[in-house]
């Protein structure tokens, strides 16, 4: 994983433009995060030639040699061949910064830059899944369409 | 904070993207001041079934926990040493779980709470009604409410969420705790003032609702 703070994240949503842009945010301690990873390769295979950019931001504590060792590997493990960045802050500043209230959550942000869904389990009664995130990128490729 | 970072997060919030609909501040179904979500019969790790009616204290704490969570194990130590601390006073904590994997349900609750130690009540619900009812997304999570039962704090155990990592280690996110937001809304429930903060961002495991 690549290391970044949190001021280069603006300018690396904005380097995959014009592409529309699936972030994972996940961390080697969130067990769903880990679950569901192997979909969101999947889907990123079969998106890959449409325009879709798939990318993985992780906020493993830095301070956590362990935990970002063991996901290094797990990325290796499973195959995850698109971009993957390692935020190293402190997590309570991460979580506020990026107006977190768990992981995992899906950011996808239009070919201009712009974040267009927040897909969350913030609300009990409207969990996303892999469904969700299809949906919304089907949603902004017929924009392009 | 760079500026084009503060300038990403005004576009988000102002453009409104975030879909969920919001009650508190870090909570899409309850508010400060809403009253205690009404449960029965939940089967307990000693055993019993209790409902919300069982519990007649002055003021009565229910934690969303999840035995697999690290956040959970990080704060263990915190929450028993929270309950250890209120022992004589007209305080009850009531420790559930509304996981459906099997390594939060009741028979792994029951190890778990042995092994840890747990000294309060430590109910499952299958149904997920009573997390749904709280709005508890995260483990853990505090929700602490008054002899009327209305909710007056939610959020943290303390200002240094601590997590368990994969070689065994606790690990605090910020130092040592220096503000203990659950045991001083507590207390101030219990003197009948009103807790400040009232709502704190819980921090730990997402809660898998199905």
């Known amino acids: ?145 | 904070m760079d500026a084009r970072w503060l300038k990403h997060g005004i576009l988000i919030a102002g453009l409104g993207l975030a879909s969920m609909a919001q009650a508190g501040l870090y909570n899409t179904v309850l508010d400060i001041g809403a009253p205690m979500p009404a449960f029965e019969a939940l089967p307990a790790t000693d055993g019993e079934h209790y409902g919300s009616d069982d519990f007649d204290a002055d003021v009565v704490v229910l934690v969303s926990l999840a035995n697999h969570c690290p956040w959970v194990r990080g704060m263990d130590q915190g929450l028993v040493d929270l309950v250890a601390s209120f022992e004589g006073q007209s305080v009850e904590v009531v420790g559930f779980s509304v996981n459906r994997r099997d390594d939060d349900r009741l028979p792994a609750m029951k190890e778990h709470a042995e092994r840890v130690g747990y000294n309060f009540t430590y109910v499952y619900d299958e149904s997920q009604a009573l997390g749904r009812a709280l709005g508890a997304t995260r483990t853990p999570e505090y929700f602490v409410f008054d002899a009327d039962r209305t909710l007056t704090y939610m959020g943290l155990l303390h200002d240094s969420p601590a997590r368990e990592t994969r070689d065994g280690e606790i690990m605090f996110t910020n130092g040592d705790p220096g503000a203990f937001y659950a045991q001083d809304a507590i207390a101030a429930t219990l003197a009948g003032t009103t807790p400040d903060p009232a709502e704190t961002r819980a921090q730990g495991c997402s809660v898998k609702y199905e």
Request: proline residues 5%.
């Open chain 1, 1 to 145: 994983m690549r290391v970044i703070g949190l001021e280069e994240w603006p300018a690396i949503v904005a380097a995959e433009q014009p592409d529309i842009l699936v972030v994972d945010l996940w961390a080697s301690w969130c067990v769903s995060c880990i679950e569901r990873f192997p979909e969101m390769v999947a889907m990123a295979g079969r998106y890959g030639d449409r325009g879709v950019a798939f990318m993985t931001l992780n906020l493993d504590d830095p301070r956590d040699q362990v935990g970002i060792d063991w996901a290094n590997e797990f990325l290796q493990e499973i195959g995850a061949d698109f971009p993957a960045y390692h935020l190293a802050e402190n997590l309570t500043r991460s979580f506020e910064a990026l107006d977190l209230l768990a992981i995992p959550v899906v950011l996808i942000y239009d070919g201009e830059g712009v974040e267009r869904y927040r897909l969350t389990n913030d609300d009990p009664n409207d969990q996303f899944d892999e469904a969700d995130i299809e949906d919304a990128i089907e949603a902004l490729l017929a924009e392009r369409a």
